[in-house]
């Protein structure tokens, strides 16, 4: 694709040292395409230094969330949430990121990651900030919470988006965009075939980088300047040029973190 639109990836794990070797070339990549703009979610605390390191390296393209991943939520939340606040208090961020509830790789501690939802939930609306969900096989259970919680001053992205038709409305109808990455390019994701009956006004693009990236690098590291490959597919799924699908997306991420 040629786009001369800035293309924005609402949630990309900069920090993973995954990027050890080439962190500063990768971002350079992706900027030469058109992504420059990177929403980092947080996943615990120890990942706060180099998100900002990475902040002071580019102050211009990166853009901080802060929150606790429900797969890190273990015996010690409560002190990981209390970390949330203590930053929360320090500085700005742009949403609360990612929260939500994961039941793909450990039941557990679910109830303590309800908990921490609902916590987090709250300090968004404290704080008057979006907040990115994070859901494996928790449908439910988050919609659940969301229900309970919902309001004017609740919204924000759902981030990885891969349910239903169905389940796309039921998150639009809470005030979240739907986060659209990798998965769109899969032969078996799915989303491909009813993405168009939503309009795109509540779509956002992301990587999720390192993890998903789209085809035809499935399997390998991703990185945002794959990014390119997930508008191509939005193009040809909506009949729109790749320009109209970033100017669209970069819009929509506006209206949700305020910048």
Known sequence: ME???????????LYSEEFDQDRNEMIQRAINVGVSRFFIPAIDST???AMYEL???YPENVFLMM????TYVKENYLEELQHVENELKKRKFYAIGEIGIDLYWDKTHLQEQQIAFRTQIRLAKHYK???VIHCREAFDEIFSILEDEKSDDLF?????????YEQALKAISYNMKLGIGGVVTFKNGKIDQFLHKIDLKHIVLETDSPYLAPIPFRGKRNESSYLINVVDKLALIYSLLANEIARVTTENSKAIFGI
């Open 67 to 70: 929150g606790l991943h429900p």
């Open 55 to 57: 902040e002071e390296n």
């Open 47 to 49: 990942c706060t230094k």
């Open 3 to 13: 786009t001369t639109t800035i293309i924005t990836d609402t949630h990309t794990h």
């Open 129 to 131: 900030l979006p907040i």
């Open 156 to 164: 924000g992205v759902f981030h990885c988006f891969t349910g239903t």
